[in-house]
């Protein structure tokens, strides 16, 4: 059969009762070319849903033009045109609707993906940092293409009601900040989803942890020049009646804003609390409930509960920090966390300049700071800074050997 069609190709009436012998078979080998033809439209060429419908229909359409040919040059003989006519409509129809579904879904995902990374007039962009109950991302101000910071927090990540209040809390709390050291909010709200996102100011640059890590203890000179704008942050904070709580080498930023380099950025009020006596269910966190990181929580803190919880306690964690910046090493680092809490409570840190050539005078600031009665401590953020800065220009510099 097969050499009696190629010898005479040219031949329609050589052809005539081919279709008798296996109509299948032949249907299915002239349908193949359509089939080829529509799948590879669908997978490698990219477009909308709505365009690959139609060049489906015209491929399906196509697909009959041999088979009417056939009817009317005698090569398909009548009996078996209802066959022919539906197989090529089950096979290349089939295939047609398999392509064009497989567009319809990848541009439905495409879409929720787009819209997922859209949030308001702010498009998102890579992931910057991620934690327990949030993720950061780099986004973009759709009009004014100005960079920015957004953080989110889902209900399934929050996992509790209060959680999402903190982050509403914190918005609310930073908003009202205007410090330049202190990160700026630009917006809030909540997506459709129930997704709470919060805008900030984009700040190119390393936390104090990541410095720390890659460079080592810093300079006592400039471990003040840190520290200095950190009270300043604070300080504003606290006479809004606002007292941090989490104050850690991570959560400062160092970055360059208007050609000044090396300024710092109090980062993430999550933990931000009203240093006013609360009324009603007003508090967040219930009393014998501690909230913090253990390395640089105050006393008062790892006691547990809000009540004792002031801007004492930020001096606290404050003066942890500039251990950690000098020493390279939290106050009682190499401990368990629950170990942590009972040494704030009960012990009294090496002096820096176990670990570091520092001026007496600045180790005293942060043994000040780091006193347990939080009477003992500096009066306010203010004088934290001014003792900063005075003891900077001590000559009485430790020489005992860091370890």
């Given at each position: 059969i097969g050499l009696n069609i190629a010898t005479n190709e040219q031949d329609l009436s050589s052809l005539v009762g081919v279709y008798e012998l296996a109509p299948i078979d032949i249907t299915m080998g002239r349908a193949g070319l359509w089939i080829f033809t529509v799948v590879a439209y669908g997978t490698l060429i990219p477009n909308t849903a709505r365009r690959t419908a139609v060049a489906?229909?015209?491929?399906?359409?196509?697909?009959?033009?041999?088979?009417?040919?056939?009817?009317?040059?005698?090569?398909?003989?009548?009996?078996?045109?209802?066959?022919?006519?539906?197989l090529t409509l089950i096979v290349v129809g089939s295939a047609a609707l398999i392509a064009w579904f497989g567009t319809y879904r990848y541009e439905t995902v495409a879409r929720r993906e787009a819209a997922a990374r859209e949030l308001g007039q702010y498009v998102l962009g890579e992931r910057l940092g991620a934690g327990g109950m949030g993720e950061v991302y780099h986004a973009e101000h759709r009009m004014l293409r100005r960079p920015v910071a957004v953080k989110l927090i889902t209900p399934a990540q929050a996992g509790s009601p209060d959680a999402i209040a903190r982050f509403e809390r914190e918005a609310q709390a930073t908003a009202g900040l205007t410090h330049p050291n202190t990160v700026q909010i630009f917006d809030y709200g909540r997506s459709e989803d129930g997704t709470f996102y919060c805008v900030m100011e984009y700040l190119p640059g390393d936390t104090l942890e990541a410095i720390v890590h890659r460079d080592g203890p810093m300079s006592a000179e400039r471990a003040v020049h840190v520290l200095t704008q950190v009270c300043g942050a604070l300080a504003e904070a606290h006479a809004r009646g606002l007292v941090h709580r989490d104050i850690k080498p991570s959560n400062v930023m160092m970055t360059e804003r208007g050609g000044v380099k090396d300024v710092a950025k109090l980062l993430d009020f999550g933990l931000v609390v009203s240093g006013q006596p609360a009324l009603g269910d007003g508090r967040l966190t219930e009393v014998g409930m501690f909230v913090g990181t253990p390395e640089f929580m105050s006393p008062e803190q790892c006691a547990g509960g809000e009540i004792n919880v002031g801007p004492a306690s930020d001096l606290y964690s404050l003066g942890a920090l500039g251990y950690y910046l000098l020493a390279g090493r939290s106050p009682f680092a190499g401990r368990s966390a629950t170990q942590m809490l009972a040494a704030h409570l009960y012990e009294t840190p090496k002096s820096v300049v176990e670990h570091a050539d520092v001026p007496l005078a600045l180790a005293a600031v942060l043994e000040t700071c780091l006193a347990k009665s939080p009477d003992d401590r500096f009066v306010d953020a203010g004088a934290v800074a001014e003792a900063l800065r005075i003891s900077i220009s001590a000559t009485d510099v430790s020489t005992r050997t860091p370890t």
């Open positions: 489906m229909v015209i491929f399906f359409v196509a697909s009959f033009v041999p088979v009417a040919s056939g009817l009317s040059d005698g090569t398909i003989p009548a009996p078996l045109a209802p066959l022919v006519v539906v």
